[in-house]
Nanobody, 119 residues
């Protein structure tokens, strides 16, 4: 059984920073792509950033230049450094990971961590 556990959310003033972490545990040999998504009240879940096992990254236009995604493959952990936070970044942030098992690849999600940015 694989679990993703996020941490690092909280309340911060506009212009501040937060660092989210997501650790994967369980029966894991390797992890393919990992990513962060967010969902604000009344809105659909949206992509924030993704990172491949080789380190290639992709960002939503709204966070480019402010957020940085990284990963530590030895720790099965993905991070999201969020700088220059804005009130519109307020959302529940979810970690996502694609984990192979034999010839299949399974999609796992964390439980979410709340990020609130006050103006």
């Amino acid at each position: 059984q694989v679990q993703l556990v996020e941490s690092g959310g909280g309340l911060v003033q506009a212009g501040g920073s937060l660092r989210l972490s997501c650790a994967a545990s369980g029966s894991i040999f390797s992890i393919n792509a990992m990513g962060w998504y967010r969902q604000a009240p009344g809105k659909q879940r949206e992509l924030v950033a993704t990172i491949t096992s080789g380190g290639s990254t992709n960002y939503a236009d709204s966070v480019k230049g402010r957020f940085t995604i990284s990963r530590d493959n030895a720790k099965n952990t993905v991070y999201l450094q969020m700088n220059s936070l804005k009130p519109e970044d307020t959302a529940v942030y979810y970690c996502n990971a694609f984990i192979p098992n034999g010839i299949y690849e399974y999609d796992y999600w964390g439980q979410g961590t709340q990020v609130t940015v006050s103006s």
